[in-house]
């Protein structure tokens, strides 16, 4: 078909395009579709093309026709999103959330899960943000918690015995494993905390005199020394020596 063709009858051929397009709509869609697939990188690079060379053209377009089409994108956006999941409705994103809860019911007492659990939250309570999280929520609920601990360990004096063993054989692990920075905290502590100095002295003393004793220590130091706080104990010194 030659130009001047075209050009002369140009009004006859597009209304013959038209009704073929009407009369073999599937046909033309697979054509297109073919058509497309095989030359999706030349098409796409050219879109980018016109893209970049049009760009503030293209913004002006597209704005003009939203003001102009208004009310029909509206309505289109809601017809699509009552079929398709969409950010305008909740509808997808709420079937969503109730089959995440039922797989969540139906799994959340096997083995596997409580594994799968157990390594995450052992990995994130690592993190810093969640170390300082823990942090500031045992100070704001330590009486709650320390009420609920005296109430499960009366209620399960098993358990209360086992944590027990666990805690003593824990802390040995770790000044064992700590041993030089736990020295520097105490050297340090001693040299700007007259009272922990006193505490400890007064601690090694009497612990030095029973053990020569072949005897255990049965109550606190203060207890045996028969005074309220480390600080009487300062001033009765000081009184003597001075």
């Not at 397009?21 to 093309?49: F, P």
């Amino acid at each position: 078909m030659s130009k001047e063709y075209y050009l002369k009858h140009r009004i006859k051929i597009l209304a013959q395009m038209k009704q073929y397009r009407i009369e073999n709509k599937e046909k033309v869609r697979e054509n297109k579709r073919k058509s497309y697939y095989k030359n999706r990188k030349r098409i796409a690079l050219q879109s980018s093309q016109y893209y970049q060379k049009n760009k503030e053209q293209i913004r002006i377009w597209n704005k003009e026709y939203r003001i102009k089409n208004k009310e029909q994108i509206k309505q289109t956006k809601k017809i699509y999103c009552f079929f398709k999941p969409c950010s305008i409705t909740n509808i997808f994103l709420n079937t969503l959330k109730i089959k995440k809860k039922l797989y969540h019911q139906k799994v959340k007492n096997t083995e596997p899960f409580k594994e799968r659990r157990r390594v995450y939250n052992k990995l994130y309570n690592q993190t810093p943000k969640r170390k300082k999280w823990n942090r500031l929520y045992a100070r704001k609920n330590y009486k709650r918690d320390k009420e609920r601990q005296v109430r499960y360990w009366a209620n399960n004096p098993d358990s209360f015995i086992r944590h027990k063993i666990w805690r003593k054989n824990y802390n040995k692990i770790y000044r064992k494993q700590h041993r030089l920075r736990i020295n520097l905290q105490i050297k340090t502590r001693r040299e700007n905390d007259p009272n922990f100095k006193m505490r400890s002295t007064l601690r090694s003393r009497i612990w030095t005199v029973l053990k020569r004793r072949n005897t255990t220590q049965l109550a606190s130091t203060l207890t045996l020394l028969g005074v309220d706080s480390v600080e009487t104990v300062i001033h009765h010194i000081e009184k003597y020596e001075g």
